[in-house]
């Protein structure tokens, strides 16, 4: 019963994260934009909380206890059987001191369970301390990094173990 319980609720958060497109200018629907806000997560994820969210009411929290942050994985012909040509993943962070640091990470991964690309970012406090900036990084899916079965995967890296709010979780695809 409980490896059942536990199996659904695993399988509820990846559908309420990988499946949550966006809908564009008077509600048509866009396959190639995912948001997570969290706000779906709250009281079923001990990271996210309500209070000084970028947008709605909750944000997730990244700290010393995580090393990769929620994130999106998903088979580019899961998406649409559309050719990408670029990916773009963009958040909203706040850094709650000047020494934080986390990398932001897209990685394109083949079916064989083999990274094809890895590109990474630092998001430091350079950016400005107790404040929502909007941080966003690109990938050209280019030679043999578009390919249906390939995997795509946006998340934070926290190799320093520091805490860091994300808010507004976004990864788009342009043909």
Same mark, same amino acid.
């Given at each position: 019963?409980?490896? &059942?319980?536990?199996?659904?609720?695993?399988?509820?958060?990846?559908?309420?994260? +990988?499946? &949550?497109?966006?809908?564009?200018?008077? @509600?048509?629907?866009?396959?190639?934009?995912?948001?997570?806000?969290?706000?779906?997560?709250?009281?079923?994820?001990?990271?996210?909380?309500? @209070? *000084?969210?970028?947008?709605?009411?909750?944000?997730?929290?990244?700290?010393?206890?995580?090393?990769? &942050?929620?994130?999106?994985?998903? *088979?580019?012909?899961?998406?649409?059987?559309?050719?990408?040509?670029?990916?773009?993943?963009?958040?909203?962070?706040?850094?709650?001191?000047?020494?934080?640091?986390?990398?932001?990470?897209?990685?394109?991964?083949? !079916?064989?369970?083999?990274?094809?690309?890895?590109? &990474?970012? !630092?998001? $430091? @406090?350079?950016?400005?301390?107790?404040?929502?900036?909007?941080? +966003?990084?690109?990938?050209?899916? $280019?030679? %043999?990094?578009?390919?249906?079965?390939?995997?795509?995967?946006?998340?934070?890296?926290?190799?320093?173990? %520091?805490?860091?709010?994300?808010?507004?979780? *976004?990864?788009?695809?342009?043909?």
């Amino acid at each position: 019963m409980f490896k &059942s319980s536990l199996l659904t609720l695993i399988l509820g958060f990846a559908i309420a994260f +990988s499946l &949550s497109s966006c809908g564009g200018k008077g @509600g048509a629907k866009n396959e190639n934009v995912f948001l997570n806000d969290f706000e779906a997560f709250y009281g079923f994820n001990e990271k996210v909380d309500k @209070g *000084k969210a970028h947008s709605g009411e909750c944000y997730y929290t990244i700290d010393s206890t995580l090393e990769y &942050s929620m994130g999106f994985i998903r *088979k580019f012909n899961k998406i649409s059987a559309k050719k990408y040509k670029k990916v773009k993943f963009s958040a909203f962070v706040l850094l709650p001191v000047a020494n934080s640091s986390v990398d932001m990470v897209i990685q394109v991964w083949d !079916p064989n369970v083999t990274p094809l690309k890895v590109q &990474s970012a !630092p998001i $430091t @406090g350079q950016l400005g301390v107790n404040k929502w900036i909007e941080v +966003s990084l690109e990938l050209p899916l $280019t030679g %043999n990094l578009y390919n249906p079965e390939n995997d795509l995967r946006c998340f934070f890296f926290n190799a320093n173990r %520091n805490q860091i709010f994300v808010d507004d979780f *976004k990864v788009e695809l342009f043909e």
